[in-house]
Protein backbone atom coordinates (compact mmCIF):
# COMPACT_ATOMS: atom_id res chain seq x y z
CA UNK A 1 0.00 0.00 0.00
CA UNK A 2 1.52 3.63 -1.14
CA UNK A 3 2.46 5.81 2.04
CA UNK A 4 1.26 9.52 2.66
CA UNK A 5 2.33 11.68 -0.32
CA UNK A 6 2.94 15.39 -0.41
CA UNK A 7 3.83 17.45 -3.28
CA UNK A 8 5.71 19.72 -4.50
CA UNK A 9 8.99 18.05 -2.07
CA UNK A 10 10.26 21.27 -2.25
CA UNK A 11 9.35 25.26 -3.25
CA UNK A 12 11.21 28.44 -3.16
CA UNK A 13 8.85 31.98 -2.59
CA UNK A 14 9.17 35.22 -1.75
CA UNK A 15 7.69 37.36 0.75
CA UNK A 16 4.09 38.14 -0.15
CA UNK A 17 3.89 35.02 -2.45
CA UNK A 18 1.53 32.79 -1.59
CA UNK A 19 1.64 28.75 -1.71
CA UNK A 20 -0.60 25.83 -2.27
CA UNK A 21 0.80 22.55 -0.97
CA UNK A 22 -0.72 19.15 -1.48
CA UNK A 23 -1.21 16.13 0.42
CA UNK A 24 -2.51 12.69 -0.42
CA UNK A 25 -3.75 9.88 2.36
CA UNK A 26 -3.11 6.31 2.45
CA UNK A 27 -5.99 4.78 0.75
CA UNK A 28 -8.74 4.09 2.73
CA UNK A 29 -7.71 6.77 5.25
CA UNK A 30 -10.43 9.31 6.04
CA UNK A 31 -8.13 12.09 8.62
CA UNK A 32 -5.34 13.98 7.53
CA UNK A 33 -3.83 16.69 9.55
CA UNK A 34 -1.02 19.08 8.92
CA UNK A 35 2.26 20.49 10.89
CA UNK A 36 4.73 23.21 10.34
CA UNK A 37 8.20 22.29 11.60
CA UNK A 38 10.96 24.81 12.24
CA UNK A 39 14.37 24.25 14.31
CA UNK A 40 12.84 27.04 16.70
CA UNK A 41 9.52 25.90 17.48
CA UNK A 42 9.87 22.00 16.76
CA UNK A 43 6.76 20.70 15.23
CA UNK A 44 3.32 22.38 15.50
CA UNK A 45 -0.40 21.28 14.64
CA UNK A 46 -1.59 23.52 11.89
CA UNK A 47 -4.93 22.20 11.30
CA UNK A 48 -6.93 18.49 10.95
CA UNK A 49 -9.47 17.60 8.02
CA UNK A 50 -12.13 14.86 8.42
CA UNK A 51 -15.08 14.18 5.85
CA UNK A 52 -14.39 17.50 3.93
CA UNK A 53 -14.40 19.19 7.37
CA UNK A 54 -11.49 21.19 9.28
CA UNK A 55 -12.26 19.51 12.88
CA UNK A 56 -9.34 21.36 14.67
CA UNK A 57 -7.09 24.40 14.04
CA UNK A 58 -4.32 25.18 15.77
CA UNK A 59 -2.40 28.44 16.84
CA UNK A 60 -1.50 30.02 13.91
CA UNK A 61 -3.19 32.98 11.62
CA UNK A 62 -5.69 32.94 9.25
CA UNK A 63 -3.01 33.30 6.69
CA UNK A 64 -2.75 29.60 6.96
CA UNK A 65 -5.85 27.83 5.76
CA UNK A 66 -7.02 24.12 4.27
CA UNK A 67 -9.16 21.66 2.29
CA UNK A 68 -10.40 18.37 2.34
CA UNK A 69 -11.60 16.93 -0.94
CA UNK A 70 -14.24 14.10 -1.58
CA UNK A 71 -11.42 11.51 -1.89
CA UNK A 72 -9.62 13.01 1.04
CA UNK A 73 -6.58 14.24 -0.52
CA UNK A 74 -6.22 17.66 1.28
CA UNK A 75 -4.74 21.02 0.40
CA UNK A 76 -3.01 23.45 2.41
CA UNK A 77 -2.65 27.58 1.90
CA UNK A 78 -0.33 29.82 3.16
CA UNK A 79 -1.02 33.60 1.44
CA UNK A 80 0.98 36.90 1.79
CA UNK A 81 4.07 34.84 2.69
CA UNK A 82 7.02 35.62 5.17
CA UNK A 83 10.15 34.57 5.95
CA UNK A 84 8.95 32.87 9.04
CA UNK A 85 6.97 30.84 7.61
CA UNK A 86 9.91 29.02 5.85
CA UNK A 87 9.35 25.53 7.24
CA UNK A 88 8.94 21.46 6.49
CA UNK A 89 5.01 20.93 6.55
CA UNK A 90 4.10 17.87 7.39
CA UNK A 91 0.68 16.14 7.06
CA UNK A 92 -0.24 12.99 8.31
CA UNK A 93 -3.00 10.24 7.83
CA UNK A 94 -5.04 8.05 10.17
CA UNK A 95 -8.35 5.82 8.75
CA UNK A 96 -10.38 7.43 11.56
CA UNK A 97 -9.95 10.82 13.67
CA UNK A 98 -8.51 9.84 16.82
CA UNK A 99 -6.45 7.07 15.77
CA UNK A 100 -2.90 8.64 16.17
CA UNK A 101 -1.66 4.98 16.87
CA UNK A 102 -1.85 4.15 13.52
CA UNK A 103 -0.95 7.61 12.10
CA UNK A 104 1.72 8.09 9.30
CA UNK A 105 3.59 11.03 8.02
CA UNK A 106 4.23 11.74 4.45
CA UNK A 107 7.67 12.57 3.56
CA UNK A 108 7.00 16.62 3.89
CA UNK A 109 7.34 20.02 1.98
CA UNK A 110 10.22 21.67 2.32
CA UNK A 111 8.99 25.85 1.88
CA UNK A 112 12.10 28.60 2.08
CA UNK A 113 10.46 31.78 1.82
CA UNK A 114 12.96 34.62 0.20
CA UNK B 1 -0.43 27.05 27.06
CA UNK B 2 0.11 23.20 26.60
CA UNK B 3 3.45 22.36 26.68
CA UNK B 4 5.70 19.29 25.89
CA UNK B 5 9.33 19.38 27.25
CA UNK B 6 12.55 17.72 26.45
CA UNK B 7 15.83 17.78 26.87
CA UNK B 8 17.25 19.00 23.56
CA UNK B 9 20.47 17.11 23.99
CA UNK B 10 22.44 15.77 22.61
CA UNK B 11 22.30 12.67 24.57
CA UNK B 12 25.11 10.50 23.69
CA UNK B 13 25.49 6.41 24.90
CA UNK B 14 27.84 4.23 23.91
CA UNK B 15 26.31 0.76 21.52
CA UNK B 16 25.50 -1.40 23.77
CA UNK B 17 23.60 0.76 26.35
CA UNK B 18 20.24 1.96 27.77
CA UNK B 19 19.34 5.27 26.35
CA UNK B 20 16.82 7.13 28.51
CA UNK B 21 14.51 9.52 27.23
CA UNK B 22 12.49 11.68 29.10
CA UNK B 23 9.50 14.16 28.84
CA UNK B 24 7.26 16.11 30.70
CA UNK B 25 3.79 17.22 29.78
CA UNK B 26 1.70 20.44 31.24
CA UNK B 27 -1.95 19.59 30.43
CA UNK B 28 -3.61 17.35 32.97
CA UNK B 29 -5.95 16.64 31.27
CA UNK B 30 -3.82 14.72 28.47
CA UNK B 31 -4.44 10.67 27.86
CA UNK B 32 -2.50 9.69 25.25
CA UNK B 33 1.28 9.93 24.37
CA UNK B 34 3.55 8.83 21.67
CA UNK B 35 6.91 8.40 20.90
CA UNK B 36 7.96 9.36 17.37
CA UNK B 37 11.56 8.97 15.48
CA UNK B 38 12.64 11.08 13.36
CA UNK B 39 16.13 10.93 11.24
CA UNK B 40 17.52 13.38 9.79
CA UNK B 41 16.15 14.70 6.63
CA UNK B 42 13.25 12.31 6.98
CA UNK B 43 9.37 12.40 8.56
CA UNK B 44 8.55 11.58 12.48
CA UNK B 45 7.88 7.77 12.12
CA UNK B 46 5.33 6.64 15.15
CA UNK B 47 7.38 3.66 17.61
CA UNK B 48 5.58 3.34 20.78
CA UNK B 49 2.40 4.97 22.37
CA UNK B 50 1.27 4.58 26.07
CA UNK B 51 -2.34 5.53 27.79
CA UNK B 52 -2.12 3.76 31.17
CA UNK B 53 0.08 4.74 33.99
CA UNK B 54 3.63 2.25 34.25
CA UNK B 55 5.58 0.31 31.35
CA UNK B 56 4.74 -0.54 27.96
CA UNK B 57 7.22 -2.68 25.99
CA UNK B 58 7.71 -3.57 22.50
CA UNK B 59 10.95 -5.08 21.41
CA UNK B 60 13.70 -2.99 22.74
CA UNK B 61 12.04 -0.33 23.49
CA UNK B 62 10.07 0.59 26.95
CA UNK B 63 7.46 3.38 27.58
CA UNK B 64 6.81 4.54 30.73
CA UNK B 65 3.86 7.04 31.90
CA UNK B 66 3.46 8.70 35.34
CA UNK B 67 0.57 10.74 35.14
CA UNK B 68 0.85 12.08 38.38
CA UNK B 69 4.47 13.38 37.83
CA UNK B 70 2.63 14.56 34.59
CA UNK B 71 5.91 12.36 33.11
CA UNK B 72 6.96 10.35 29.90
CA UNK B 73 10.26 8.46 29.37
CA UNK B 74 11.16 6.31 26.33
CA UNK B 75 13.64 3.79 27.19
CA UNK B 76 16.09 1.70 24.22
CA UNK B 77 17.81 -0.93 25.90
CA UNK B 78 20.85 -2.72 24.08
CA UNK B 79 21.29 0.28 21.76
CA UNK B 80 22.74 1.00 18.31
CA UNK B 81 23.95 3.13 15.83
CA UNK B 82 20.80 3.15 13.68
CA UNK B 83 18.82 4.63 16.92
CA UNK B 84 20.63 7.72 16.49
CA UNK B 85 18.16 9.98 15.62
CA UNK B 86 15.74 13.26 17.43
CA UNK B 87 13.04 11.76 19.38
CA UNK B 88 10.21 13.80 19.53
CA UNK B 89 7.13 12.87 22.70
CA UNK B 90 3.80 14.37 22.26
CA UNK B 91 0.43 14.43 24.49
CA UNK B 92 -3.21 14.61 23.27
CA UNK B 93 -5.39 17.58 24.80
CA UNK B 94 -7.36 15.00 26.35
CA UNK B 95 -11.44 14.99 26.20
CA UNK B 96 -11.59 13.53 23.24
CA UNK B 97 -9.81 16.36 21.15
CA UNK B 98 -7.27 14.96 18.49
CA UNK B 99 -5.15 17.93 18.23
CA UNK B 100 -1.36 16.74 19.83
CA UNK B 101 1.56 18.85 20.87
CA UNK B 102 4.93 17.67 20.47
CA UNK B 103 8.24 18.45 22.27
CA UNK B 104 10.92 19.79 20.68
CA UNK B 105 13.02 16.59 20.76
CA UNK B 106 15.87 14.99 21.62
CA UNK B 107 18.66 13.86 19.77
CA UNK B 108 20.37 10.88 20.42
CA UNK B 109 23.73 9.70 19.30
CA UNK B 110 24.42 5.87 19.57
CA UNK B 111 28.60 5.32 19.58
CA UNK B 112 29.67 2.90 18.02
Known amino acids: KAGVTQTPRYLIKTRGQQVTLSCSPISGHRSVSWYQQTPGQGLQFLFEYFSETQRNKGNFPGRFSGRQFSNSRSEMNVSTLELGDSALYLC?????????????FGPGTRLTVL | QKEVEQNSGPLSVPEGAIASLNCTYSDRGSQSFFWYRQYSGKSPELIMFIYSNGDKEDGRFTAQLNKASQYVSLLIRDSQPSDSATYLCAADSGAGSYQLTFGKGTKLSVIP
Open chain 1, 92 to 104: ASSYDRGQRDTQY
